[in-house]
């Protein structure tokens, strides 16, 4: 399973931006880059993913090295509910399972 | 909110007894996971079901474990003599993506397993 190598945690102010970084230096051509956030007592839930080209969403943009040797998750604005744990996965083209870390725990101050 | 469904939400047995859980996916979702997740980790993947076919089993699945999804629709997942390392998270997930890396994973609110 190809692996993902994140900050524990990061703190952030409410209304900043936060940039969330993600290393996966042997990502191969198949392999996704996804981003889900699980708040506390609650799943997982899917935040974006993106192949090559950096995506944008409602709730994050995601830029990808032009190598996708490494990724960054974008929250514009930080609020209070957004402090989560926050897991970057690869999720290989064909296999049926994502591969969680530990993730990076943000934590947003008021 | 038609969301994916986990019952019950927290359950406490003791050592040796069985467990059995439930999870309702997204209903037009053809793809359902179980997770299981302990203190301070991440969730690993158990299994996985494409409508009734349970198509992929992980390691961590041992013979005391066994999941179902008759007709395709909700799923059950036993544990049987369950032991203290049993206790963690289980997580249910389903989808309706051609694949887990082409689209989303709809997770659960887990169900919570204390064995005492």
């Known amino acids: 399973d190809a692996k993902t190598t994140q900050p524990n945690s990061m703190e952030s102010n409410e209304e900043e931006p936060v940039h969330l970084p993600c290393n996966h230096s042997t990502i191969s051509g198949t392999d996704y880059i996804h981003w889900y956030r699980q708040l506390p007592s609650q799943g997982p839930e899917y935040v974006i993913h993106g192949l090559t080209s950096n995506v944008n969403n409602r709730m994050a943009s995601l830029a990808i090295a032009e190598d996708r040797k490494s990724s960054t998750l974008i929250l514009h604005r930080a609020t209070l509910r957004d402090a989560a744990v926050y897991y970057c996965?690869?999720?290989?083209?064909?296999?049926?399972?994502?591969?969680f870390g530990k993730g990076t725990k943000l934590t947003v101050n008021p | 909110d038609t969301g994916v469904s986990q019952d019950p939400r927290h359950k406490i047995t003791k050592r040796g007894q069985n467990v059995t859980f439930r999870c309702d996916p997204i209903s037009e979702h053809n793809r359902l996971y179980w997770y299981r997740q302990t203190l301070g980790q991440g969730p690993e993947f158990l299994t996985y079901?494409?409508?009734?076919?349970?198509?992929?089993k992980s390691r961590l699945l041992s013979d005391r474990f066994s999941a179902e999804r008759p007709k395709g629709s909700f799923s059950t997942l036993e544990i049987q003599r369950t032991e203290q390392g049993d206790s963690a998270m289980y997580l249910c997930a389903s989808s309706l993506a051609p694949s887990p890396a082409e689209g989303e994973q709809f997770f659960g609110p887990g169900t919570r397993l204390t064995v005492l």
């Open positions: 996965i690869l999720a290989q083209g064909g296999s049926e399972k994502l591969v």
């Open positions: 079901f494409q409508n009734e076919a349970q198509l992929e």
